[in-house]
């Protein structure tokens, strides 16, 4: 049996997958988590062979989990079945170790038999984002994305340089370079287009 923990924070499609999967002879739903930490907990203990994720959920991210996990040296591998068909969020997906990236509107067969591809050691991309993935180098450098990022969620640049152990004169100068690169008119115009491209 190929034991999986499923990570969604809409509940009715968590329990559509997990009645989908469960109709797999081979396959085991051992545990769901509504949020990105619990996803998080319920790996570490329950150590499933697989975890199936979205991206955008409360507390932590899928990308954040998957990247936890390989920091960790957990065993498990991460697929991660989104609506998000950008080859930017791909790309992060491979750099955190996720072994699997589906869209939710992919055939139910079709995540069964990624799951299976995974557990067996290999990957399982979306064919129509696979090509697009190389081509989508994210500008930015890990910094301007951290300040990036701090910066859409409303804090100013005092609140970010505190976060991040930064002076101010610092983060303001990763803003400018970011807002640059992204030829946007500010900071907030800066984060929404890294956010659509899946830089953030």
Do not use: H
Not at 4 to 21: M, P, Y
Not at 131 to 140: C, T
Not at 185 to 191: C, L, N, S, T, Y
């Amino acid at each position: 049996m190929i034991r999986i923990v499923l990570a969604e924070d809409q509940g009715l499609v968590l329990g559509a997958l997990s009645a989908l999967l469960s109709l797999e002879s081979d396959l085991e739903v051992v545990g769901q988590a509504a949020d990105g930490q619990a996803a998080l907990d319920l790996c570490l203990s329950l150590t499933p062979d697989v975890l199936v994720t979205d991206i955008e959920m409360p507390r932590l991210s899928g990308l954040d989990v998957a990247e936890r996990l390989r920091a960790a040296g957990s065993p498990v591998r991460v697929i991660i079945v989104t609506t998000f068909g950008r080859a930017g969020y791909l790309r992060r997906a491979l750099e955190v170790g996720a072994r699997g990236y589906l869209l939710k509107d992919a055939p139910a067969e079709e995540l069964a038999g990624a799951i299976r591809r995974v557990q067996a050691g290999g990957r399982s991309i979306a064919p129509e984002l696979a090509e697009g993935a190389w081509d989508a180098q994210s500008p930015l450098t890990e910094r301007e994305r951290q300040v990036l990022q701090a910066a859409e969620d409303g804090a100013g640049t005092g609140a970010i340089a505190s976060k991040l152990g930064l002076s101010e004169g610092t983060v303001r100068n990763y803003l400018s370079e970011a807002i640059s690169k992204l030829e946007a008119r500010g900071r907030v115009e800066a984060a929404r287009k890294a956010r659509e491209l899946g830089w953030l």
